[in-house]
């Protein structure tokens, strides 16, 4: 058995990876409260108003704890094994400058911690209306915030822009500074602020031409429409670079602001085709001898050019909103008492509503797809698809992306006791 001291014990040849529980987690629970009040607007009609929050703690994060340290002529660092002394940072000593030797630092070595949380506060408002006469409705508005420090997987908008779908995992990757809990603080991956959902149901009234005549009760009787509409925000955007962080011996980061460039202004003077102005970002280079914006200290020199964890925050766009309708027709003939046929049509998406995708967010995409960055500054001179919105797949749940009809010929049978219980 090996001494816990001379721990981590290094095989020749071969790097330490994997994922791995850190002894000191804890159980993850979640907090839940909520108030509400409800009022009777009218006859059958109810207005409820409620806020509902929930905290979450000591929720699980996969965190790559040997990022590597960051040297300086007053501070260096010294390698555990060879003894040598480190003052220059680069991606190539990067693994020279980590904390365990003979252990990966890009990823694929982490510890799986219990140390991200969450919040989610939200003003639910809903109005229901029971069928009265003839006549039901459902409508209900959430206004709400989810913030956390790692989303699980599920439920966000990925950089390519496609919704993630899985829901494999309870633990988040979070990208960027491994050792900041702050790093990764924002808006949750699913979080949308707004969101409107409202069904209804309506039995046509009879004409009263129709009344007298048999035709005119066997044509124009028994109608019933009915529908819902969905209104949503978009995703959030996380803008990312895959190369960025290499000083670090990162594998993935986040970029920088442009010179000047906010929030707002990546969400204005948008070029044509694209969602969000991809000019507002650079990605973020240090040039050999310049200082490490993310060390905090101007005798952090790079020794080499590469890449800092960047200053655009996690989440920091809106993705485009959503909408749908869904519409039917109903047509019911009794039969006799206990039976009647009902001829039905269903409109999912019935105005044919194309619901885009999140645009491409990952800053790598700019030479992938024939743009171009200045090499110096990481400023952009052509960002090719980066910005761009290519797919209209992210959609409300269970709803087409295109147009779709359906039509549908049902015997409905009731049976004779359950009649007779009615009748009752």
């Given at each position: 058995m090996v001494p816990q001291s001379l721990y981590p014990v290094i095989q020749p040849g071969i790097m330490l990876a994997g994922n791995y529980l850190d002894r000191n987690n804890r159980t993850?629970?979640?907090?839940?409260?909520?108030?509400?009040?409800?009022?009777?607007?009218?006859r059958n009609t109810t207005l409820q108003v409620a806020y509902v929050g929930t905290r979450g703690v000591r929720l699980y994060r996969f965190v790559g704890i040997n990022q590597p340290q960051i040297a300086t002529l007053t501070r260096p660092v010294i390698n555990?094994?060879?003894?040598?002394?480190?003052?220059?940072?680069?991606p190539d000593n990067a693994l020279l400058r980590a904390p365990m030797q003979g252990v990966w630092t890009n990823g694929a070595f982490v510890l799986n911690r219990t140390d991200a949380q969450s919040t989610y506060h939200s003003l639910q408002v809903s109005v229901n209306r029971s069928m009265s006469p003839g006549l039901q409705f459902q409508a209900a508005y959430t206004f709400s915030k989810s913030i956390d420090n790692a989303s699980g997987a599920g439920g966000g908008a990925g950089s390519n822009g496609v919704i993630d779908t899985s829901s494999a995992l309870d633990t988040a990757i979070i990208p960027g500074n491994q050792l900041d809990p702050r790093s990764n603080h924002g808006v949750s991956d699913f979080d949308r602020p707004q969101r409107f959902v409202a069904a209804w149901t309506w039995d046509l009234p009879q004409p009263d031409f129709a009344k007298s005549s048999t035709a005119g009760r066997w044509m124009l009787a028994n109608w019933q429409i009915s529908g819902i509409v969905t209104l949503m925000s978009g995703l959030p955007i996380d803008v990312v670079d895959p190369a960025g962080?290499?000083?670090?011996?990162?594998?993935?980061?986040?970029?920088?602001?442009?010179?000047?460039?906010?929030?707002?202004?990546?969400?204005?003077?948008?070029?044509?085709?694209?969602?969000?102005?991809?000019?507002a970002f650079a990605m973020a280079i240090v040039q050999p001898g310049q200082p490490i914006p993310s060390a905090h200290?101007?005798?952090?020199?790079?020794?080499?050019?590469?890449?800092?964890?960047?200053?655009?925050?996690?989440?920091?766009?809106?993705?485009?909103?959503?909408?749908?309708?869904?519409?039917?027709?109903?047509?019911?003939?009794?039969?006799?008492?206990?039976?009647?046929?009902?001829?039905?049509?269903?409109?999912?998406?019935?105005?044919?509503?194309?619901?885009?995708?999140?645009?491409?967010?990952d800053i790598s995409v700019v030479t992938a797809t024939g743009g171009s960055v200045d090499p110096i500054s990481g400023r952009i001179l052509s960002p090719g698809d980066f910005g761009r919105t290519l797919g209209v797949s992210s959609k409300p749940a269970n709803h087409p992306v295109g147009r779709q009809v359906q039509f549908l010929v049902v015997p409905n049978r009731v049976c004779k006791t359950a009649a007779a219980r009615v009748r009752r």
């Open positions: 993850p629970y979640v907090q839940q409260f909520n108030a509400s009040v409800q009022y009777e607007l009218a555990a094994v060879t003894g040598e002394v480190i003052t220059t940072n680069t962080g290499s000083l670090y011996g990162q594998v993935g980061a986040r970029p920088n602001w442009a010179l000047g460039a906010n929030r707002r202004t990546a969400m204005s003077n948008t070029p044509p085709g694209y969602y969000f102005n991809p000019y200290d101007p005798n952090a020199l790079a020794g080499d050019v590469g890449t800092d964890f960047g200053k655009v925050g996690r989440n920091a766009l809106r993705g485009p909103a959503q909408s749908c309708v869904d519409f039917s027709v109903l047509k019911r003939w009794p039969i006799r008492e206990s039976a009647s046929l009902e001829l039905r049509a269903d409109f999912f998406n019935l105005f044919n509503h194309p619901n885009r995708n999140n645009p491409i967010s």
